[in-house]
């Protein structure tokens, strides 16, 4: 691709970014590396992005938007007589996610994992979707009696995301291999579901 400088989007950095990642890996990847595959001088991305890290929060941002956030959402959206049920839906779901790019998407998946750790801002935002998100389903099964309203809603969301982290956490990627994962699984949302529902008549 050769491409006037002047002319080239963040999106079409973006994409080429995510295309020289999965090729070279995040730990050997270069801005240079990105701008030979677009055909332009390293120099014409900075005027986009200030530095690598920059751009590698800006690609990591879009991926947990399509690949996570989008797909929950669609559970969020759609109507249901149980949102109780409806939230371990979405909690599964968030683990099944998680796992499948970590096995299927592994160089994306990493550099998720690196920014997590450089990138505080980015990944509270991130996790604040999620969080957000349940709080919609708490709520809305707080309106069916479904689930007891025992304290505010988000703090509720926040505590469920994170007495289930060692489930979907990147930190814990190692352990999503162990056969008996998905029983801890069962039995640690058997408990919350107890503690939801606690005082539902």
Do not use: C
């Given at each position: 691709?050769?491409?006037?400088?002047?002319?080239?989007?963040?999106?079409?950095?973006?994409?080429?970014?995510?295309?020289?990642?999965?090729?070279?890996?995040?730990?050997?990847?270069?801005?240079?590396?990105?701008?030979?595959?677009?055909?332009?001088?390293?120099?014409?991305?900075?005027?986009?992005?200030?530095?690598?890290?920059a751009l590698r929060e800006a690609v990591t941002e879009r991926w947990l938007e399509e690949q996570i956030v989008v797909p929950l959402e669609q559970i969020v959206n759609a109507p249901a007589e149980n949102a109780l049920a409806q939230l371990r839906i979405y909690i599964a779901r968030l683990i099944e996610l998680k796992r499948h790019y970590a096995e299927q998407?592994?160089?994306?998946?990493?550099?998720?994992?690196?920014?997590?750790?450089?990138?505080?801002?980015?990944?509270?935002?991130?996790?604040?979707?999620?969080?957000?998100?349940?709080?919609?389903?708490?709520?809305?099964?707080?309106?069916?009696?479904?689930?007891?309203?025992?304290?505010?809603?988000?703090?509720?969301?926040?505590?469920?995301?994170?007495?289930?982290?060692?489930?979907?956490?990147?930190?814990?990627?190692?352990?999503?291999?162990?056969?008996?994962?998905?029983?801890?699984?069962?039995?640690?949302?058997?408990?919350?579901?107890?503690?939801?529902?606690?005082?539902?008549?």
């Open positions: 691709m050769n491409k006037a400088g002047s002319f080239l989007s963040k999106t079409e950095i973006m994409d080429a970014a995510e295309q020289t990642l999965r090729r070279f890996g995040p730990d050997k990847t270069s801005v240079t590396d990105v701008a030979k595959l677009l055909g332009v001088s390293h120099g014409t991305l900075y005027r986009h992005f200030p530095s690598k890290a998407d592994s160089e994306m998946f990493k550099m998720y994992t690196d920014v997590t750790m450089e990138a505080a801002e980015l990944i509270q935002q991130h996790i604040q979707r999620i969080i957000d998100q349940m709080s919609i389903l708490i709520d809305r099964g707080v309106q069916q009696n479904r689930i007891a309203q025992s304290a505010e809603t988000g703090m509720l969301a926040r505590t469920i995301f994170h007495a289930t982290s060692r489930f979907h956490h990147p930190a814990h990627a190692y352990e999503w291999r162990s056969a008996s994962s998905r029983q801890d699984f069962d039995q640690l949302w058997l408990l919350l579901e107890q503690g939801l529902t606690a005082s539902v008549h």
